[in-house]
Structures are given as C-alpha cells and as structure tokens.
Nanobody, 119 residues
Framework: QVQLQESGPGLLKPSQTLSLLCTVSSGSIISNYYYWIWIRHPPGKGLEWMGAINYRGSTAYSPSLKSRTSISRDTSKNQFTLQLTSVSPEDTAVYYC???????????WGQGTQVTVSS
C-alpha cells in the first residue's frame, strides 16, 4: 500500500525558509484522482491545511499562507516538497504530508515531522 515519509530540518531560526520533502512509496503522484497535501498541527491548536498539488502539477494554497508557501514535485523520484519562507515561532508544528482521494477524502498520512522555530 501507499506510504509517505516526511524529511527535513527539525530546528529553524526566525526568518529562515523551511524546506520539507515527502517521499511517496507504492503509489504514483501522477495517478489520476489523487491530490497530495501538506498539513500541520501547531501545539494546542487544530490541524491546518497548507496546500496541495495534484496529478497534473497544479497547486492550491491556504489563503493565510499563500504568500509564504510553495509546493512542487519531482515526478521521476515520486516526491513532492514544501517551502515555507520567513518562518516565525508561530510556525512551530508537526508537519505532515498526505494523500487525498476525491470522493473518499484523506486516506494516507506520513508519520509527521516536528519543526521548531526558535531564536
């Protein structure tokens, strides 16, 4: 079955850029009907959808994060990435990549990776 694995730095300083990678196994990111998303869980807060990329490479972003967020992909490696610029302590969270199937919803998550922003 499909598996997702996040990777990237665990600690950042304010103003730096967060770069995370999601590697997808046993499933293709160019398969039709699927969307690939980034979602985060700040401590003491609810889950926040950040953005998505579909099988064609089209992207969509949360309005509150659009100015700082970029999602891209490498189809040859079956990977997609998250770039979040100008981070602050408010960006401290567990970051997840996940798959969404239209008509079903979110069906697979990565294990998540803790990102802490502190000076």
């Amino acid at each position: 079955q499909v598996q997702l694995q996040e990777s990237g730095p665990g600690l950042l300083k304010p103003s730096q850029t967060l770069s995370l990678l999601c590697t997808v196994s046993s499933g293709s990111i160019i398969s039709n009907y699927y969307y690939w998303i980034w979602i985060r869980h700040p401590p003491g807060k609810g889950l926040e959808w950040m953005g998505a990329i579909n099988y064609r490479g089209s992207t969509a972003y949360s309005p509150s994060l659009k100015s700082r967020t970029s999602i891209s992909r490498d189809t040859s490696k079956n990977q997609f990435t998250l770039q979040l610029t100008s981070v602050s302590p408010e960006d401290t969270a567990v970051y997840y990549c996940a798959r969404v199937l239209e008509g079903t919803g979110l069906d697979h998550w990565g294990q998540g990776t803790q990102v802490t922003v502190s000076s």
